[in-house]
Structure formats: C-alpha cells, structure tokens
C-alpha cells in the first residue's frame, strides 16, 4: 500500500535530481526525528479517541495504534523503523522502571508482615502455577517452562503506573498494587537472570557461557545502576531540592544508564530498576527524594507502547497458540488472586481481590524480556517463547482495563462527577 | 430542610475536659497530603478505649476525640494513645500522621471529600470552600453545669480568644508558600458564612430563641451548622472552643486543654464583668491580629479604650491562673505555655526554621510527622 504512495514518488525524484543537482538521493527511510513525531501523535490521537470515546484506558489505543501500523497489519512501521527507534522505547521503558524501583518500599513489607505474606505468595504461587502449566499442559522443556514463568509472573509495571497516573488513583489498593508490581518485577528479574543460565545449560554445551551470562547481566545491570546512582545524587547534592535542574541530572544519568548498559548488552529494564532501587535507598539526605521526573516522560511511554503494539507476533497468531496463552493467562490470574485472597491483611477481602485484579497487566517489560532470552538461540527461542509473548499480546489489551477497573471500583480514582460529591 | 431540634443541655461534670484534634493524612513518599481515611478507619481494629477516630470532611483528614476526662492528665493519657493506636494502624497502611493548622503545600482541588450524606450535604452546599476546609484544629470541651452557665462561660472565653490562637498557632505555610500569618487556617475558616463569634446573648433562653430565630430563616439546620469560636454544645454540656490549630505534639495540645481548664475555673470563680456588646465591635480586630502576628500581637480593648500587646496579656493571664491550674493539678501543663510566650517560640517558628533549614517543605512535613508520632518521655500509662 504504501508502495503505491512511494514508487512515482521516487520516480519523480529521480526525475528532478538529474536536473536539481542540490537534491539529496531519493530518502530510503524515515528520519528517526519524524518517526518518533508521527508515532507519538498517532499513538496519542488513537489512545485519547478511545478514552473519550469509550472511556477505554489509553494505553490500550498506544498499542493498537502500533498493531496497526505495525508490521502485521499495515506495515507502515517496518521492522527496520523499529530498531530505529528501540533507543526511544529503551530510554521510555528506562524511566518507568526506574520510577517502580523507587516506589519499591521493602520498609512496609516489615511494617505490616502480612504484606510480606502476600507478596511472596504471589511471586511463588505465579512462578510455580505458570511453570507447571507450560511444562505439563503445553509440553514446554523445563528450561523454557522456567523461562516462560520468569517472563510473565510479574505484573506490567509501565502500564499500571500509567493507569494509575491516568485516572489519579489514591489509596491501598493503589499503593499496594503499585508494591505488588514492582515487588513482583524484582522477582521476575531475578528468575530472568537465573533462567538466562538454564536456557544457556540446555541448549548449548558451552557452560562458560551458563555461570557467566546471568552472572553478567546481574553485576553489569548493579555496576551501571550504581554508577548512575552515584553520579545522581553526588551532582544533585549541589543543587536545590526539587529544582529544575534535578530534575534534568535524574534525567540525565537515567539515560546514561541506558545508555552504558545498551552498549554492554545488560538488559535496561533490569539496570534502570536496580538505579531506582538504589536511589530510593541510597537517598539519606532526601536529597532526590521529592523530585519527580518531568511531565514529558509520558510522551516518551506512548512511543514505548506503540513500539510494543508493533512489535508484537500477531503474524504467527494460531488459534492453538491462542488458546494456550488464555490458559497461561487464566492460571496467572487464579495465582494472583489467590494469593491476594489467602492473605494480605489490614484490608477487606474485595479490595484485595481487587488488588489481584490490578496486577493482571502484562506488558513491555515482559515483551522485551522474552525477546531478550529468545535472541539468545534465534532459531528456538521465537518460536519457544510464542507463549509469553501471546499471552502479552492479549494482555497488552485486557491488562490495563482490568487495571483501571479494578481502581474504579476501589473508589480510589478522581470522579468527574460533579453532582456526586466526587471531585470536581 | 432537615432541622434539627436543640434538646436539653446536657449537665456535665463541673470542668470536666474533651479534647478533639483533627489531623493530618501524608504519603511517606513524598509527605503530601493523601487519600487515606476511609481506608484506615474500615481497617482499624481498636476498641475505642481513649477515645474515638472518626471521619472528616475530606479523605485526607482524621479526627481523633479523646474520652470525657476530669483531669488534664487523662486528657494526656488519652491522647497518647490514641496517637500510639494511629501511629501503628498507619504504618501498616504505609501513611503518616501529622499536626498543623495547614498542610504547608497540598493541592486543595487534588482533595476528595469522605462518603458519607454529611460531608455530601456540606459539598453540595459550600462547593469548594469544603474541600478548602482541608485544615485542621483543635477543638476543646470544658464541661459546666448547668446551660446558663455554659452560655456565660461562651461570652467570657470569647474575650480570650486571641490567646488560643496565639499559642496554638501553627499554619504559617498555605498553597507552599509563607503566609505571613502565624495562623492562616482561621483564614479557611471565615469563608463560611456562620464562621464568627456568639452574638450578644446573655442566657440558656436568649441562645434557644436565637437558635430558633437561626432555623426558622433556613440559616441553621443543627448546632453543627454553627461555626463559631467558641460555642456551646448542649448534646455534650460544654462548651467548645474551637480556634485553636492542631498543634505539631501531642504534649502542646495538651497544655491548651490545661490553659482551657484552668481559665474556666478562673472565669466561672472570678465572674469578671463582661462587655459582651463592646467585644463585639473589636472581636474580629483582635482575631485577625492574633491570626497574623501570633504573640506580637497588640489586642484592642474596648472597655480601656486603649491596645495592649497580647505577649504581655498572656504572661499575665497565664500567672493569674497558677492558683487554679495548682487546684486543678495541671499547673505542670502551663509551664511550656510560660516558656513559649517568654521565649517567643511556637510551632510557626519552629516550621518556620524547618523550612528555613531544609529549603523545601517536604522536609518540612517529614519532620513535622516524626515529632507528633514521638512518645513523650512520660509515658500514657503512668500519667493515668
């Protein structure tokens, strides 16, 4: 279709060069500055039209905005555009994960126990469920099982910060969704890194390559997080708190650590949330306590998740693949749920129920992830990792509206309802 | 409307205290205010036995009420605990509680008003002056006797209002910035339109014909609906004064309930002449001053005709009431009143210093926080 559009195009062009000897060579690609504009104002439109419209998260719009123009539909973002802009959707995806990782208060696990409780029964229960499920019901080898699990126990921590930003959402159920996710991101990780190590010991009989990759991408993510940490917070001590222009160093030596840990192959998710970790424990003066990354990193979250939406496999879509990745996604909510149910005190069973629901997202972090252990053996990991990446496909969709429900019917969301006694 | 008849006033012990502080709801993260109170009280498992917990008018809001007390030690006991039964329903809900007039820096429009047909009632009718009322102060019940002497013990204390608000004052920081004022909450408080003073009346009938008067206008519906300074509270026996900000510790709001006791004891002993209908003409005068210059303060008097400074007033007063607090037993309680009013210190200088100190507010409130959840070296138990 676009062919159509470009082939007398360039004919033109070729025309006039011959004349108009200034003229540049007919452009092969997009410019990486005008993609980012056109992704970013498609991704917006499609996100607000379906918010306004049928009062949908937008989100959900980012990606279908990708998956449409995407290369499954119409192609118009190819897959050369999209390695393009796979610094944009690093450095987008960077700074959600470092702003989970310093919401990721292991304080009131200690303050309150039966949240120790329910967290780790809902890492434990997710990991364990999903595994048994890919090993015994889809007959995945033990190595993909367990990397299958990794990728998807966790929640989606870029779309539940989204959903919560979205609808202004205050209160326990909130926040410990907010821990749930971010707790669960940092077990994920952790299987991920120890998973990266059995992929490596079944599938190659190299085991240099086994102890040393996991031990790589743990040290490098902690090096170039602490790195990044400390170059933070030493400039900032300097500066007012809140100002302006802590706000640019917090900015500035995220994407550095995107940066350093893009050139070291250590996975940016991984990096960014360890540098948020480090910050908000690190932090003992407050120093960048108080200071918030900038309204514009949420342009930069809908070029992510229009990337993700382009991304994503839907060309190998099989209803058996499908019908798999329901299953995944039903024994993951029953974990979930379950978990929160067994446990979670000092709130009231439908909260945390409604809690559980919240954590259902499954998103970027768990796209990317999944590719990350895939390019490890191309010729089995795309096609061994279908599932996850299936199951994100239909998450990418149903996950941020069970998010959003699951806050609108906590009461915790801003109201527009005048009449109500909401908020106006 | 729904107008609710004034009963009975309920006799009370002679002196007898209660003690209501409305209270501060912060994230940890970042110390803003935060919607919590819905969420801790459906949570809280307590068994009431210092006092109550209840709702306010928005989510970042709690009141806490201690029981009916005899002395001012119990008044402390009590609030002891009921700070010891916060501080570890909150920890577990990951907030924070704090005192203060204001919250130095909260949005007011990002507040969400409780459920419940009260606080909708109060929406719908004052808009978004309700969710400006998002401050906090402290309100203290003297018990009398009989209703002609509460409505008395109204007018008399209505003179002395300018002390509590001086001594209380701790709201100097409104929308993040320095108001000026050593209490701008009053501020918040004014803007309604049955905020002010008890008008003129002399006895138990006088306030009921006037109550009715109030009604029978659609101005009332119930004594809630009455936002005065100090007012009578028939339901309780008492009489209730209300100007005082939360202060930032427990120790400092007890001492006001001290200053509270010991001055009606004087007032109700002495029976000083009143001039009910000359205050009047100076009462919101001296309000403002209070509000705005805390103890620098210079009181217009009517019957003098002349201005005095309240430092000096207070110094006086708190000296004269040393034989009654001595009676009373809570002398002990005056004594950081003295120290204060000597040293020229107050919650608004020491927020003022934090803020000073730190260069931004959040610290502020952070440390705000930590002193009002700080066990007093004097532990509930033993004061009981």
């Known amino acids: 279709m676009l062919d159509t559009v470009v082939t007398p195009l360039r004919s033109l062009w070729d025309n006039l060069i011959e004349r108009l000897f200034f003229l540049p060579p007919f452009p092969e690609s997009i410019d990486s500055l005008a993609l980012f504009s056109l992704l970013l104002v498609v991704g917006l439109l499609i996100g607000e039209w379906l918010h306004k419209h049928a009062g949908w998260p937008k989100v959900i719009g980012y990606v279908l905005a990708g998956t449409l123009f995407g290369p499954a539909v119409l192609g118009w973002i190819s897959i050369e555009a999209l390695a393009q802009a796979r610094p944009i959707a690093d450095a987008a995806l960077g700074l959600l994960m470092m702003e989970v990782g310093r919401r990721l208060d292991l304080g009131w696990l200690f303050r309150n126990r039966e949240l120790l409780r329910s967290t780790s029964a809902d890492i434990g229960l997710s990991f364990i469920l999903i595994f048994g499920f890919a090993l015994w019901l889809v007959g995945l080898s033990p190595a993909w099982a367990a990397a299958t699990a990794a990728v998807t126990m966790a929640s989606a921590p870029a779309v539940v910060l989204l959903t919560v930003e979205e609808a202004k959402a205050q209160g326990q159920v909130t926040e410990r969704i907010i821990l749930h996710t971010a707790i669960g991101a940092a077990a994920s990780f952790i299987a991920f890194t120890v998973v990266l190590g059995v992929v490596h010991a079944e599938l190659s009989e190299d085991w240099l390559n086994a102890l040393i990759h996991p031990l790589w991408v743990a040290a490098g993510a902690l090096l170039v997080a602490g790195i990044g940490t400390w170059l933070a917070l030493t400039i900032a001590r300097s500066l007012p708190k809140r100002s302006l222009a802590q706000v640019f160093v917090l900015v500035a030596c995220a994407m550095l650590a995107v940066g350093i840990a893009r050139m070291l192959a250590v996975p940016v998710f991984l990096t960014l949330f360890l540098m948020g970790v480090l910050l908000a424990s690190r932090d003992r003066q407050q120093t960048l306590r108080y200071t918030q990354l900038p309204e514009g990193h949420w342009l930069l979250a809908i070029i992510l998740f229009v990337i993700v939406g382009a991304s994503l496999p839907w060309q190998d879509f099989t209803w058996l693949a499908g019908l798999q990745a329901l299953g995944l996604l039903v024994v993951r909510a029953v974990a979930k749920v379950g978990a929160l149910s067994w446990s979670g005190g000092s709130l009231p069973l439908p909260k945390r129920v409604l809690v559980g629901m919240g954590i259902q997202p499954l998103s970027a972090t768990a796209v990317f992830m999944a590719y990350e252990i895939a390019a490890l053996y191309p010729e089995v990991g795309r096609s061994a990792l279908t599932l996850p990446l299936f199951a994100a496909v239909i998450m990418e969709l149903a996950g941020p509206a069970l998010c959003r429900l699951a806050l609108v019917k906590s009461g915790e969301c801003e109201s527009g309802n005048r009449g109500s006694g909401g908020i106006a | ?384």
Request: aromatic fraction near 8%; glycine fraction near 6%; include cysteine.
């Open chain 2, 1 to 384: 409307m729904n107008d609710k008849p004034l009963g009975e006033f309920k006799d009370s012990a002679a002196l007898s205290l209660g003690v209501e502080l409305e209270l501060q709801l912060v994230s940890r993260r970042d110390f803003d205010l935060t919607r919590a109170a819905t969420d801790l009280i459906g949570s809280l498992d307590y068994d009431q036995r210092y006092g109550e917990i209840k709702l306010e008018i928005t989510e970042s809001m709690i009141e806490i009420s201690t029981q009916p007390q005899p002395t001012v030690d119990g008044i402390a006991a009590d609030l002891g605990g009921l700070r010891d039964t916060l501080r570890s329903h909150c920890e577990r809900h990951n907030i924070q509680v704090c005192g203060g007039g204001t919250h130095p820096f909260h949005h007011w429009p990002e507040r969400r008003i409780c459920p419940g047909e009260r606080f909708n009632d109060l929406y719908q009718r004052y808009g978004y002056l309700a969710k400006q009322f998002t401050v906090f102060g402290q309100h203290i019940h003297v018990g009398c006797t009989s209703a002609d002497d509460a409505i008395w013990l109204t007018q008399a204390l209505g003179v002395h209002v300018p002390a509590f608000i001086a001594l209380s004052a701790s709201s100097p920081f409104v929308d993040g910035v320095d108001s000026f004022y050593q209490s701008a909450r009053l501020n918040a408080v004014s803007a309604f339109p049955l905020s002010g003073q008890c008008p003129a009346l002399n006895s138990w009938e006088e306030f009921r014909e006037h109550f009715g008067f109030l009604q029978a206008c659609g101005i009332a519906q119930g004594i809630k609906d009455l936002y005065w300074d100090v007012r009578p509270k028939p339901e309780f026996g008492t009489v209730e004064i209300r100007v005082c900000d939360t202060p930032l510790s427990i120790e400092q709001a007890t001492s006001l309930a001290a200053l509270a006791q010991s001055l009606a004891r004087w007032l109700l002993r002495t029976r000083p002449a009143l001039h009910t209908a000359k205050q009047a003409f100076v009462a919101r005068y001296n309000k403002f001053q209070a509000c705005r210059y805390g103890m620098e303060a210079m009181i217009s008097d009517p019957v003098a005709l002349c201005q005095q400074p309240l430092k000096q007033s207070v110094a006086n007063l708190l000296e004269s009431l040393s034989e009654d607090a001595r009676a009373l037993n809570c002398e002990h309680w005056l004594n950081p009143l003295r120290l204060a009013v000597a040293d020229g210190t107050g919650d608004a200088a020491w927020l003022r210093a934090r803020q000073d100190k730190h260069g931004n507010l959040n610290d502020v409130v952070r440390e705000a926080s930590d002193r009002l959840m700080r066990h007093s070296a004097q532990s509930p138990e033993k004061m009981r």
